[in-house]
């Protein structure tokens, strides 16, 4: 079956970086478009970042626009977010999501927080 797990979080000062990775099986990793999206407490699931099947395309929110980045390895099956430049509104659980014959599949997060 699909299975994402996310890794990479902890906590961080402001103003620093993290680099989250999310690794994936139980599927043709490299023929799917992979995505990152972000959970605050008491928000709701925000889309961050989304990367084609083969890394050429990716689209992000204006929230996150030249701070993130995605990228990819379909030889290790996993997606990565760089994350530059980190405030606590970046404060959040950080997934990952595939969605594999209209099913979305997510990772169980990984746990990002900024603080001084």
């Known amino acids: 079956q699909v299975r994402l797990v996310e890794s990479g979080g902890g906590l961080v000062q402001p103003g620093g970086s993290l680099r989250l990775s999310c690794a994936a099986s139980?599927?043709?990793?490299?023929?799917?478009?992979m995505r990152w999206y972000r959970q605050a407490p008491g928000k709701e699931r925000e889309f961050l970042a989304r990367?084609?099947?083969?890394?050429?395309?990716?689209n992000y929110a204006g929230s996150v626009r030249g701070r993130f980045t995605i990228s990819r390895d379909n030889d290790k099956n996993t997606v990565y977010l760089q994350m530059n430049i980190l405030n606590s509104g970046d404060t959040a659980v950080y997934y990952c999501?595939?969605?594999?014959?209209?099913?979305?599949?997510w990772g169980q997060g990984t746990q990002v927080t900024v603080t001084s």
């Open positions: 999501k595939v969605d594999v014959l209209d099913n979305d599949a």
């Open positions: 139980g599927f043709t990793f490299s023929t799917y478009d």
């Open positions: 990367i084609s099947d083969t890394g050429d395309s990716t």
